[in-house]
């Protein structure tokens, strides 16, 4: 199995920047992807970014391109999610999931997942 642990979060004004990251340790080598989803109070959880085990192919949502990039880490099995130009609508907690096909958008796809982080934009 594969773990994920996130850390990063917590609570920043409107226009900030926080930078998420996500350590990965088990069997990675049967993921060929991890991505990052983030859920809101009453809401569905939403995809965010994917990016293949190589890293050399991000797909972004919609809602945070030209915001949100993926810094490269030398840490092995590590993952990050800079986001910037941060508003109240990105409020939620975010997490880490690891899955076998680079590009899929839906949680339900993706097999293992961290316990997730608070992120918190006050206006």
């Known amino acids: 199995q594969v773990q994920l642990v996130e850390s990063g979060g917590g609570l920043v004004q409107a226009g900030g920047s926080l930078r998420l990251s996500c350590a990965a340790s088990g069997r990675t080598f049967s993921s060929s992807a991890m991505a990052w989803f983030r859920q809101a109070p009453g809401k569905e959880r939403e995809f965010v970014v994917t990016?293949?085990?190589?890293?050399?192919?991000?797909d972004y949502a919609d809602s945070v391109k030209g915001r949100f990039t993926m810094p490269r880490d030398n840490a092995k099995n590590t993952v990050n999610l800079q986001m910037n130009s941060l508003n109240p609508e990105d409020t939620a907690v975010y997490y880490c999931?690891?899955?076998?096909?680079?590009?899929?958008?839906?949680?339900?796809?993706?097999?293992?997942w961290g316990q997730g982080t608070q992120v918190t934009v006050s206006s």
């Open positions: 999931a690891a899955g076998r096909s680079f590009g899929l958008k839906y949680a339900g796809t993706y097999e293992y």
């Open positions: 990016i293949s085990r190589s890293g050399r192919s991000t």
